[in-house]
């Protein structure tokens, strides 16, 4: 079974900076693609970013130039680094894989196994 666990929210003031961690067990990354997604109550699933197995990324617009992504094959360790942080970018954050496309950062309905979820809040 893909289980992963999310790690390193919290409660930072806008302009601040977190790095969340995503520790997958049952898989390596060498294989597999991870996404990160939040999620606002009421709101749907929004992803954020992803990388491949291969190390290619992708970004949502609202997080480019302010969100990196990148992993650690050998500690098998996906990072999200999030600076400037913003009051809109408080949700509860997922890391997710893929159970098909699972090499790629392709279609999201395609991450069908989820983390647990980590908080991060960003308010003065």
């Known amino acids: 079974q893909l289980q992963l666990v999310e790690s390193g929210g919290g409660s930072v003031q806008p302009g601040g900076s977190l790095r969340l961690s995503c520790a997958p067990s049952?898989?390596?990354?060498?294989?597999?693609?991870i996404g990160w997604f939040r999620q606002v109550p009421g709101k749907e699933r929004e992803g954020v970013s992803c990388?491949?197995?291969?190390?290619?990324?992708n970004y949502a617009d609202s997080v480019k130039g302010r969100f990196t992504i990148s992993k650690d094959n050998v500690k098998n360790r996906v990072y999200l680094q999030m600076n400037s942080l913003k009051p809109e970018d408080t949700a509860v954050y997922y890391c997710?894989?893929?159970?098909?496309?699972?090499?790629?950062?392709?279609?999201?309905?395609?991450?069908?196994?989820w983390g647990q979820g980590t908080q991060v809040t960003v308010s003065s």
């Open positions: 990388i491949s197995s291969a190390g290619s990324t």
């Open positions: 997710a894989v893929a159970s098909y496309y699972f090499a790629y950062c392709a279609p999201r309905s395609d991450f069908t196994s």
């Open positions: 049952g898989f390596s990354l060498q294989y597999f693609a």
